[in-house]
C-alpha cells in the first residue's frame, strides 16, 4: 500500500500562521503555546515579550487569520476629502481612519475589524460601503494625529468643499462664481498649506502634480514628509494663486519662473522664495520658507565644539585670507556663515556680502542680492566690493573661476573673505579649487581654513529613550572614534519613541556636525604638489583634525542624535 499523504496544516491561530511563514521556529511554536496554556496569555502578546518576530509580522498575521488585508499607515498620505467623511473623535474612539474612496466603497483601516456595529455606523455616517482593512494601534492613533493635525485636512477639507459647490454639473467653474473660486476657498487652501508649514517648522513646501492628484510635501528637519493629498481638479487654481502672491506669470507654464513673498502668521514674519518648473503632468511649485525674524545662532549651539571650535575661531582672529564652508545643497552652510558674520560684526569693521538670495538681515552689514538678469553676479559685485573699502567679504558662494580668482585675489590683498563651495568634505574644497584654475602658490598663500558640516536632526527631548548598547555597537562607536574617546562597557544610547510634539517621529530639531581643515604648513607643501583629497584628509587627520564621521559618533555618545541619523548623512 502506498504510504498515507500527510494531513493538511491549516492554520487556526497567529502563531500557527506565523509558523507556516517561517517566521516561528518548531521550539518557539511549541513554548508559545505551552506558555499561553499555563499563563492564560493571548499567544501574541507572548511572542510579542519574547520579540520572536516583529510587530508588524504579528499584525500581518492577524490580517491573514481574519481574511482581510493589512495597511501599514507609516508615511502614508492621506486625501483631505477621503480623512473628513469621519469626524476626528469618531477615528478617536474607535480607533480607525479612512485611507481610500473607490466609488462607492471607503476603505477604513481598523484596530478591531469584528466591530460590525462600529462598521454599520461608519456606512450610515459617511453613505458608503465600508471595505475593512487591519492596522496596528499605535499606526491608526499616529496617523489620526498626523492627519487631523493643526486642522490642515479639516481646513482644506473646508476650502474642497466650497469649490465643489461653485462648479455646475459638468465640473467647470459657473462663470459667476469664478473670482469665488480664485478668492476664497484657494486662496484659503494656499494659508492654509502655508500656516501648517509654520507650525511644523517646516523649511520648503512641495506641491506636485500628478496623473490624478496633487500631493503637499513638507520638508522638516531635512526630511521630506507627505502630508496631504488635493484634487487634481484645483492644481491650477492653486498654482494661479502663489504665482499671483509672488507676482509671476500666470499665464506662462511652459518656463520655469522664480519669485517671492512676505506671508504673517501669528508673530511670525515669514518671507517664502518661490520657484516653479513644468513637469508632465502640470506645473511643481516649490516654496522654501525663510524668518526673517530669526536671529543666527552662535557656533556653539549650531553644534562645533572642542578642537573644531577652538581651530575656527583661531583662523577667525586672522585679518586676511579664506575660510570655505563645504558640504551639499542644504546642509545648513549659509547659517554657518551668518553665524561667523554676526560674531564678527561690530562698528570697527566694514562688512560686505553678495549672496543669492539674501536669508538673514545681519545688522551692520552691507548686503548685496544677486540679480543676474542685469548683469549683478558674484564676480560683478566682488569686483566692486575690492573699491569699497572691505575688511570682510562674504561670497554667498563660488561658482566659477572668475569669482573663485577675485576671492582669491581679495584675501590676498589683505581682506578677510568668506564664502562656500560644494564639496563633499573639506578636504576636497582644495583641489576643487585647484581644478577651477587657481594656481597652486596662491591657493596655498590664501586659504585659512576649510570647514566641512552636514546636519543631523536631534532626538526628540519628550519621548527619549535610552537602552544599553550592544557589544557590536560599542565596538563600531571606539573603532570610529578612536583615542578620541573610551567608550564604556555600559554605554547607552538613545533614541526618539515617538510623540505628539515630533510628530511621532523621534526627531525635533537639528544640530550641525563638523570637521575643520587648517591649512598648516605641510598642508601647503600638499597643496602645491596638487596632491588628492585622499592625502589632505589623511594629513588633517593626522593634524588633530575630527573628521564629520568622529563628530558624529561624538554626538551620538553625548546621547544628542542617533547611529542612524549619522551614517543617513556622514557615511564615507
Known amino acids: 500500500m502506498p504510504p498515507a499523504s500527510p494531513p493538511q496544516f491549516t492554520p487556526t491561530s497567529i502563531e500557527d500562521i506565523l509558523y507556516k511563514q517561517g517566521l516561528l521556529r518548531p521550539e518557539q511554536l511549541s513554548a508559545v503555546k505551552l506558555e499561553s496554556i499555563n499563563t492564560g496569555q493571548p499567544p501574541e502578546k507572548i511572542i510579542r515579550d519574547h520579540n520572536f518576530v516583529s510587530s508588524d509580522q504579528i499584525a500581518q498575521a492577524q490580517a491573514t487569520l481574519l481574511g ?21 473623535p469618531v477615528a478617536r474612539r474607535y480607533k480607525l481612519i479612512p485611507v481610500e474612496k473607490q466609488n462607492d466603497k471607503l476603505v477604513v483601516v481598523m484596530a478591531d475589524p469584528l466591530d460590525l456595529q462600529v462598521v454599520e455606523f461608519i456606512e ?17 492613533m499616529k ?20 469649490v465643489s459647490e461653485s462648479e455646475g454639473s459638468n465640473g467647470q467653474p459657473q462663470p459667476e ?42 520638508r522638516i528637519d531635512g526630511i521630506l514628509y507627505e502630508k496631504i493629498i488635493l484634487p487634481k481638479k484645483v492644481h491650477d487654481a492653486l498654482i494661479s494663486r502663489i504665482k499671483i502672491m509672488a507676482n509671476l506669470k500666470i499665464d506662462e507654464r511652459r518656463l520655469p519662473q522664480d519669485g517671492r513673498f512676505n506671508f504673517k502668521y501669528s508673530n511670525n514674519d515669514i518671507d517664502l522664495r518661490v520657484s516653479t518648473v513644468p513637469i508632465s503632468h502640470g506645473e511643481k511649485v516649490v516654496m522654501r520658507l525663510l524668518a526673517k525674524s530669526t536671529t543666527p545662532p552662535t557656533l556653539q549651539e549650531l553644534g562645533l565644539r572642542a578642537v573644531s571650535l577652538k581651530n575656527l575661531e583661531t583662523q577667525l582672529l586672522r585679518s586676511h585670507g579664506i575660510i570655505i564652508i563645504c558640504g551639499p545643497t542644504g546642509s545648513g552652510k549659509t547659517t554657518t556663515l551668518y553665524s561667523v558674520l554676526t560674531k564678527l560684526s561690530t562698528t570697527k569693521v566694514n562688512i560686505l556680502t553678495v549672496e543669492d538670495p539674501i536669508e538673514y538681515e545681519i545688522k551692520g552689514a552691507n548686503q548685496v542680492q544677486v540679480n543676474t538678469t542685469i548683469g ?6 566682488l569686483r566692486s566690493f575690492l573699491r569699497q573699502d572691505p575688511n570682510i567679504i562674504l561670497v554667498g558662494e563660488i561658482r566659477d573661476t572668475e569669482t573663485a580668482e577675485l576671492a582669491v585675489q581679495a584675501a590676498l590683498t589683505g581682506h578677510q573673505v568668506f564664502s562656500t563651495l560644494h564639496t ?45 548598547a550592544s557589544p557590536e555597537i560599542r565596538e563600531n562607536i571606539s573603532q570610529v572614534l578612536g ?4 567608550v564604556p562597557n555600559n554605554l547607552m544610547i538613545y533614541k526618539g519613541v515617538g510623540c505628539q510634539f515630533c510628530g511621532h517621529t523621534g526627531y525635533l530639531g537639528r544640530v550641525g556636525v563638523y570637521e575643520v581643515l587648517v591649512v598648516s604648513v605641510k598642508m601647503m607643501t600638499l597643496i602645491l604638489k596638487r596632491a588628492p583629497t585622499s592625502e589632505i584628509e589623511k594629513l588633517a587627520v593626522e593634524e588633530g583634525m575630527i573628521t564629520l564621521k568622529q563628530d558624529g559618533y561624538l554626538k551620538v555618545v553625548e546621547g544628542m542624535t542617533t547611529l542612524e541619523e549619522v551614517l543617513r548623512v556622514a557615511q564615507d
Open 68 to 88: 482581510i488585508p493589512f495597511i501599514k499607515l507609516e508615511g502614508k498620505a492621506l486625501s483631505a476629502e477621503v480623512v473628513n467623511l469621519i469626524p476626528e
Open 124 to 140: 450610515r455616517k459617511a453613505g458608503l460601503r465600508v471595505q475593512r482593512a487591519f492596522g496596528m494601534s499605535e499606526d491608526i
Open 143 to 162: 496617523a489620526i494625529s498626523s492627519a487631523y493635525s493643526q486642522n490642515l485636512t479639516t481646513d482644506v477639507a473646508s476650502a474642497l468643499r466650497q
Open 177 to 218: 462664481k469664478a473670482e469665488v473660486i480664485r478668492e476664497a476657498p484657494v486662496a484659503n487652501i494656499v494659508t492654509q498649506l502655508l500656516e501648517f508649514a509654520v507650525k511644523a517648522n517646516a523649511s520648503d513646501i512641495h506641491i506636485e502634480p500628478e496623473e490624478t492628484q496633487t500631493r503637499v510635501r513638507y
Open 376 to 381: 549683478l553676479t558674484f564676480a560683478s559685485a
Open 424 to 468: 563633499n568634505s573639506a578636504s576636497g574644497s582644495l583641489p576643487r579649487l585647484l581644478d577651477m584654475g587657481i594656481e597652486p602658490f596662491l591657493l596655498a598663500s590664501s586659504v585659512n581654513a576649510a570647514v566641512g558640516q552636514r546636519i543631523l536632526r536631534k532626538i526628540c527631548s519628550h519621548c527619549k529613550a535610552g537602552m544599553a
Open 483 to 486: 583615542p578620541l574617546v573610551t
